[in-house]
């Protein structure tokens, strides 16, 4: 009878990114190339330099890489595409086959991001309300679910819901139709059934213009905190001061920083200057204040990218995708209005404003690499892809390689 391995699977390589390591790398030495190990029940066992066989497959990647897997918390979707003239993007329609395409780029888990569009919209004859409810329904019941032992796909970790109460006038390329000004009578219709809020609306984020809840004392980020969801500010022209006091009243994360904000001056730092200052000015490090950036070099330049990615503790990179960067150059449907894809950027058809994405996370890794010049910080750069993400989503399971968290692992 075959003694049975210790071991479901070994991986050689040459480099593990974990924070157990050194300056946390551990690195083969000599002939000796790094060994991590993989339990039989899907997580990490270890890691070493043994050469003992002791799994059921062994693998070689010698000279690569591996880290956690990337974790993309703000996430559109890819829609259904196709060659007809107009296609829709940006959505989840099939959300199993687009969480197996985003594993292509080295995303293990996702948000699903969606907008809520107001009472009886229509676009072409289609109700938008109804068809939202269905969808949001749907991702609900697949939210933290693993694939089937015959697939491969991401994690949908929840849905992110950009709005309804942002602030029209910094909408970016959202459309008036899914921008309302919500109140806490509304949100059983926002995140859960019609009837009653439920705990299993699988709504992990909203994010919420501050300036729009003000004269209420923020009583709709409060109402979404006792559910449990994060509230994230964006989309918002808000002072400073007034982003403070809704970080005090229990908002936690802020929405794309830089896009979709009052601009920032040295007299006037707005929303954005609350993910720039010091933390101990307003006790958000105490707090737990994190923000996340779109990585592309298009929405936000190099340089203005640095400066966030240095200075603040907990930054983690996004997406904001709404299109396959496999897919053709052309003009699609997104959330009811047409857009173009061109060069890997997505822009409103009639005035170009930026529209989403075509990034992945793969890429936006590549580019916080570039960051480093000739020195770069693959660590720090695992940290933003994915350490930080599960930290802002309060994830034990995920975002490290340490032993007893899941084996979603990105090999490069």
Known sequence: MKKRSKYKLTIETAQIITPSAKEGIYSSKGNKSAKLRIGRNGTIAGWDRDSALNSDRQIGFQNCIVGPGFIDIHFHGYGEQSNMPYSEIGSFQNPERILEKITSYGTTAAIATMLVPAHSRRFFGVDLDARFKLLRSQLADLTMKDASPDKTRARLLGIHLEGPKINPAVSGAIPPNTIWDANIRD??????????????????????????????????????????????????????????AAINAGARHLTHLYNSMKQFTHRDPSIIGAGLIDPRFYNAHELGLSLEIICDFIHVNPAILTLAVNQHHLVASVTDSVANPDME?????????????????????????LSGSS??????????????????????????????????????????????????????
């Open 187 to 244: 949100l059983p219709r926002i995140i859960g059934e019609d009837e009653k809020i439920n705990s299993n609306h699988g709504v992990r984020i909203v994010t919420v213009a501050p300036e729009m809840d003000i004269s209420s004392d923020f009583s709709f980020i409060r109402a979404l905190v006792d559910c449990g969801i994060i509230v994230s500010l964006g989309h918002s022209a808000a002072t400073l001061e007034q982003t403070i």
């Open 329 to 353: 150059d052309g003009t699609y449907e997104f959330a009811g209005q047409w857009v173009s894809v061109f060069e890997n950027a997505v822009r409103v058809l009639n005035d170009g404003r």
């Open 359 to 412: 990034l992945t996370m793969l890429q936006a890794f590549r580019n916080l690499l570039l960051l480093g010049g000739d020195e770069p910080d693959i660590v720090k750069a695992f940290e933003i892809t994915a350490t930080a993400p599960a930290k802002i989503l309060g994830l034990n399971d995920s975002g490290k390689i340490e032993k007893g968290k899941r084996a979603d692992l990105v090999i490069l």
